[in-house]
């Protein structure tokens, strides 16, 4: 239980409790009963509008994930298109270098050949020259008896066929030379096939970058939207847990009646125990707005989740006082802890001392410190 306060506080708080149950008690029992209702039907109308919007809100994020996994899963399904039309241009490239290597080869050998050419050209050239030169002094020998006729015709026919060897030879020489031409025609043609690939692949991967920027950009928007609606539904949250935080207000007559239980029980003066009620937490209506994890010392959670699994109810979801941070010079800056528990605010391991006590008292199994009768009853033992 919270640090007692003052008895000046509580003695005050007790005076004027019992006063209101003894002198107006009967006055305003109608009206206190009506406004008690009144108050939990409003906590109850504006939880419920709480979590209807917070439920809202969570489908519209779990709508934008799901969005968000399938642009991700295009954008994977991008990243791979890419990388394969990055490979096939690289690819395409490595034919390009190899058709170029080859069409320079061609090129070299279409060079010697035509050096070939040109080369028997002028064998030929200058043969049918030396021919026609020396075709006068041939006549002329014959006439004049230098030579014979048989000797002219054989050195004719030596003539002729060296001529058409000769021009045999020049004409292969051309057609290699034709052929490696046609060859080098057709490489430069793969050549320009590849590069006109090249480009087309080379569009298709800007296209896809392209692409891939737009699902980008549009991830980077769903997560700015999910980023708004989470704060918004953590705001929504923070003030769904003030609210549940509050607790059921209780009216005056059943914090008479747990009062007076208790204190048939324990022996302890009923307006007694209601002004220690109204100082710890407002006649329960306000149990703390914390959770264990952040407002509570460490060593106390195993209890406190000892206390909740035993009662059946969610830890991460029960209500603990808040931390007061209030200590500049701490490290954290608050320098203490809450972690309080119920009406009476009992620390986990103080409420554990008393919590046999309580059930042997009361009879009943187990004892719940959320509980009005319980906690009061284990406030009784505490102060008897």
Do not use: H
Request: net charge negative; aromatic share 8%; hydrophobic share 35%.
């Amino acid at each position: 239980m919270k640090n007692e306060r003052g008895k000046i506080g509580i003695i005050t708080w007790t005076m004027l409790i019992a006063a209101s149950v003894c002198f107006f008690y009967p006055l305003y029992s109608y009206v206190l009963v009506a406004d008690a209702a009144n108050s939990k039907q409003d906590l109850k109308n504006k939880i419920e509008a709480l979590r209807s919007q917070i439920e809202k809100y969570q489908q519209e994020i779990d709508g934008k994930n799901q969005k968000e996994e399938s642009v991700t899963n295009n954008i994977e399904i991008l990243n791979a298109d890419i990388k394969k039309i990055e490979l096939q241009v690289q690819e395409t490239e490595l034919v390009i270098g190899q058709l170029s290597g080859e069409i320079a080869a061609k090129q070299s050998e279409v060079n010697d050949m035509q050096k070939k050419v040109d080369d028997r050209k002028k064998v030929l050239s200058k043969f049918l020259q030396d021919i026609y030169e020396r075709g006068g002094n041939i006549t002329t020998g014959i006439v004049f008896g230098n030579q014979s006729f048989s000797e002219y015709f054989f050195q004719a026919e030596s003539l002729e066929s060296f001529e058409g060897q000769t021009k045999e030879v020049l004409d292969q020489l051309v057609y290699l030379r034709d052929n490696l031409k046609r060859q080098k025609d057709e490489l430069m043609k793969k050549r320009q096939e590849a590069e006109d690939m090249r480009y087309i692949q080379m569009d298709q991967e800007n296209s896809l970058r392209q692409e891939k920027e737009m699902k980008d950009l549009l991830v980077a928007k769903i997560q700015d939207e999910k980023a708004a609606l989470t704060q918004g539904m953590e705001k929504l949250q923070s003030e769904l847990n003030v609210l549940q935080s509050l607790g059921n207000p209780i009216s005056l007559e059943e914090a008479v009646k747990a009062a007076k239980y208790a204190s048939g029980l324990t022996k302890v003066a009923p307006e007694f125990l209601l002004g220690v009620l109204r100082v710890e937490s407002g006649l329960g209506t306000n149990v703390g707005g914390g959770r264990y994890k952040t407002d509570m010392n460490p060593a106390q959670w195993d209890t406190f989740k000892k206390i909740c699994s035993e009662l059946g109810i969610d830890p991460e979801k029960t209500p603990v006082s808040r931390r007061a941070c209030y200590n500049r010079d701490s490290k954290d800056g608050c320098g203490g802890w809450g972690g309080a528990m119920g009406p009476a605010q009992f620390m986990p391991s103080t409420w554990m001392g008393y919590k046999s006590k309580v059930e042997k008292t009361t009879g009943e199994i187990p004892a719940n410190p959320w509980d009005t009768k319980d906690s009061l009853v284990a406030m009784g033992l505490k102060l008897g």
